[in-house]
C-alpha cells in the first residue's frame, strides 16, 4: 500500500480561483516533500517542509504539515492556466535515502 | 546547468529484445536515482547508487533489469528480453550527497514495447 497518498484523484478550477491538494502518509517521516510534474516532463519539487515545520511557503504556494494527523496540504492561490499538472506529495523518513510518492493529484486550472 | 539529462526521450522495442536507457546527473551531484511511472502503479523507485557504487536496488525486477554507473558523469539502465509489461516512462533523478529530500528528475524515457 501506499505510504504517501494524495485525497482527490483529480481536481478542477478555473484561473484565478484557490485550490488545496491535500495528502496523508503512513509512517513517521523526516520531511514531506510536493512535487509538480507538467506533461512530457520530470516532477519538479516545489516545497520541502521538515516535521518540526508547520508550515512553508512559495510564491503562491503554500505547505502544511500536520504530523499528529499525518497529513500535509497544498494550496495554492490565484491559479493560473499553468498550474495545469499532477501535484504528488512523497515522504522521506529518518536515516534514509528512499522518497516515496503518493499516486497523484490531476489539476485542471481553465481559463 | 542543463539539469538531468535523458536519452533517449522515446524508445519502441519489439517483445523479447533489449533496451538500454541512459541517464546525465546533474554535475556535482553524487546520487543517482531510477524510477518507473505508470498510471497504474504510479512512480516506484528502482535503484539508487550513490558516488557510483549501487546502494539499493530492491524496486529493479531481478531477471532482466539491471543498473550501471560506470562514472560521474552517467548511468545506464538496462532491460533485458522487454515485455510488454515493461513499456512505462522511466525516470531518473539526481541529488546532492546525503541528500534525498531534493531530487532533481530527467525528462524521462517512454519505452514502448510492442
Known amino acids: 500500500s501506499q505510504l504517501a497518498e494524495e485525497n482527490s484523484w483529480a481536481l478542477s478550477v478555473h484561473e484565478g480561483e484557490s485550490v488545496t491538494v491535500n495528502c496523508s502518509y503512513k509512517?513517521?517521516?523526516?520531511?514531506l516533500q510536493w512535487y509538480r510534474q507538467k506533461s512530457g516532463k520530470g516532477p519538479a519539487q516545489l516545497i520541502l517542509?521538515?516535521?518540526?515545520?508547520r508550515h512553508n511557503r512559495n510564491g503562491r504556494l503554500r505547505a502544511t504539515l500536520d504530523t499528529s494527523s499525518q497529513s500535509s496540504s497544498l494550496s495554492i492561490t490565484a491559479t493560473r492556466c499553468e498550474d495545469t499538472a499532477v501535484y504528488f506529495c512523497a515522504t522521506g523518513r529518518t536515516g534514509g535515502y528512499k522518497v516515496v510518492f503518493g499516486s497523484g493529484t490531476r489539476l485542471l486550472v481553465s481559463p | 546547468n542543463a539539469g538531468v539529462i535523458q536519452t533517449p526521450r522515446h524508445k519502441v522495442t519489439g517483445k523479447g529484445q533489449e533496451a538500454t536507457l541512459w541517464c546525465e546527473p546533474i554535475?556535482?551531484?553524487?546520487?543517482v536515482f531510477w524510477y518507473r511511472q505508470t498510471i497504474v502503479q504510479g512512480l516506484e523507485f528502482l535503484t539508487y547508487f550513490r558516488n557510483q557504487a549501487p546502494i539499493d536496488d530492491s524496486g529493479m525486477p531481478k531477471e532482466r533489469f539491471s543498473a550501471q554507473m560506470p562514472n560521474q558523469s552517467h548511468s545506464t539502465l538496462k532491460i533485458q528480453s522487454t515485455q510488454p509489461q515493461d513499456s512505462a516512462v522511466y525516470l531518473c533523478a539526481s541529488s546532492l550527497a546525503g541528500s534525498s529530500y531534493e531530487q532533481y528528475f530527467g525528462p524521462g524515457t517512454r519505452l514502448t514495447v510492442l
Open positions: 517542509i521538515r516535521s518540526n515545520e
Open positions: 509512517t513517521s517521516i523526516t520531511a
Open positions: 554535475s556535482g551531484h553524487s546520487a
